[in-house]
């Protein structure tokens, strides 16, 4: 649901964006992963508002080091899937498993404590804090000083611009600066998996190519990443693998390039006739 714009920054919704894990993640080598290799297994989920029926049957994976996108349409149920995984909305049927562990209907801030950690959509900030007090909130379940220490350097690193405006309020940031700091408040978490929910929406084409060079930077320092984009052209460009979604199911997934070429998805996506 596309309810913000970056220029009305909101006060979060507390669980929305559960943004720390409790101890830091082990190294990306080391991390566990289910029997096939996948960190995240969702399968055949269905979700509800209500009597919505909005996931009638999702199931995707994301696997160690991979970019995975899931695009479509507004209103095709990607941010419900993303609210079904970090446990905002429970599905009725159908298990999430998570490094091979079933989290399907945990409470959200214990799946953020097992390593899921989220930019949601509309960056959902806290507007009145400074850009450093936001990103410290990334880490607020965690305890190792040094580790926080050096995961501030490590997002300074990725957003110099952060860096520098690190007393300002983040209110006040453009559109831009405001998803770097949703971003780096996510990877404050230490996270095992990063899901980004339209993580281009609003933004000058200039801030978008630079998120997307972001996007990639962080997975290749070893996160796997779950995109949620409208932007199916330069999400496709960026991902391993992706998921079309259409009314609340998976209407097609396959490798990105094969899906960049597919004439169903660059027609119905990529603004071709
Ligand atoms: P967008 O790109 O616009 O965010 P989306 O693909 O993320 O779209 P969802 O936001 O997941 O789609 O919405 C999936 C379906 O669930 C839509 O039919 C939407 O109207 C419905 N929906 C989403 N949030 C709610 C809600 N809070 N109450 C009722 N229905 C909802």
New binding site residues.
């Given amino acids: ?2 309810e913000h714009t970056p220029e009305q920054p909101t006060q979060p919704e507390a669980p929305a964006t559960p943004p720390a894990a409790a101890e830091p993640a082990a190294a990306p080598a080391a991390q566990a992963a289910g029997g096939n290799g996948a960190i995240l297994e969702v399968n055949d989920i269905h979700t509800y ?2 009597s ?1 029926h ?2 009638k049957g999702i199931s995707l994976e994301v696997r160690q080091g991979e970019i995975v996108t899931l695009i ?10 993303l ?1 079904s995984i970090n446990g905002l909305n429970r599905p009725r049927k159908g298990t999430i498993r998570f490094q091979g562990k079933d989290i399907t209907g945990e409470a959200p801030h214990k799946i953020v404590g097992m390593g899921i950690a989220q930019s949601p ?1 509309g960056r959902k900030l806290f507007p009145y804090m400074s850009v450093l007090e936001n990103l410290e909130m990334g880490a607020f379940q965690r305890t190792d000083r040094a580790g926080i220490k050096e995961d501030l350097e490590r997002v300074y690193h990725l957003f110099p611009r952060l860096n520098e405006r690190k007393t300002q309020r983040a209110g006040t940031l453009s559109g831009g600066e405001q998803q770097m700091v949703a971003m780096g408040r996510a990877l404050m978490a230490r996270p095992k998996l990063l899901m980004l ?2 993580p281009s929406m609003g933004l000058a084409p200039i801030f978008v190519e630079k998120i997307f060079e972001i996007v990639v930077e962080i997975n290749q320092q070893g996160t796997p990443i779950l995109l ?1 984009e ?1 932007n199916a052209l330069m999400a496709l460009d960026v991902a391993k693998r992706g998921y079309v ?1 259409e ?2 199911h998976i209407a097609l997934t396959d490798e990105a390039k094969t899906l960049a070429k597919n004439e169903q998805v660059r027609k119905a996506y990529l603004g071709e006739t």
């Fill in positions: 649901m596309s508002y209500g919505i909005a996931l479509g349409a507004n209103g095709a149920g990607k941010s419900t899937t609210r959509e929910d339209e949620v409208q979604m009314t609340g």
